[in-house]
């Protein structure tokens, strides 16, 4: 089992900045990558970003060049960076971990004020 917790979800204006954290327990040693995804109200969950253990990332087309993805191995910890928000990147974000089983985190919400 492995048990997520994600922090740092809020309300920001626009063009602000928001850092989310995602903090890992449990069966880690069978993660072998870590992401971000969002679900705004009405639509479909989304990628945002992800990353291996060896620190390979992707994203989505739409958060490229303003969110940063990154991880700590020693906490166990993924963060996401998110700068120059947008009123449309508002959304519940999650935190999901990948590996023989997949696993997912409760959620935070993210509103960013026009």
């Known amino acids: 089992q492995v048990q997520l917790v994600e922090s740092g979800g809020g309300l920001v204006q626009a063009g602000g900045s928001l850092r989310l954290s995602c903090a890992a327990s449990g069966s880690i040693f069978s993660i072998s990558a870590m992401g971000w995804y969002r679900q705004a109200p009405g639509k479909q969950r989304e990628l945002v970003a992800t990353i291996t253990s060896g620190g390979s990332t992707v994203y989505a087309d739409s958060v490229k060049g303003r969110f940063t993805i990154s991880g700590d191995n020693a906490k166990k910890t993924v963060y996401l960076q998110m700068n120059s928000l947008k009123p449309e990147d508002t959304a519940v974000y999650s935190c999901?971990?990948?590996?023989?089983?997949?696993?997912w985190g409760q959620g935070t919400q993210v509103t960013v004020s026009s």
């Open positions: 999901k971990a990948f590996g023989p089983v997949q696993y």
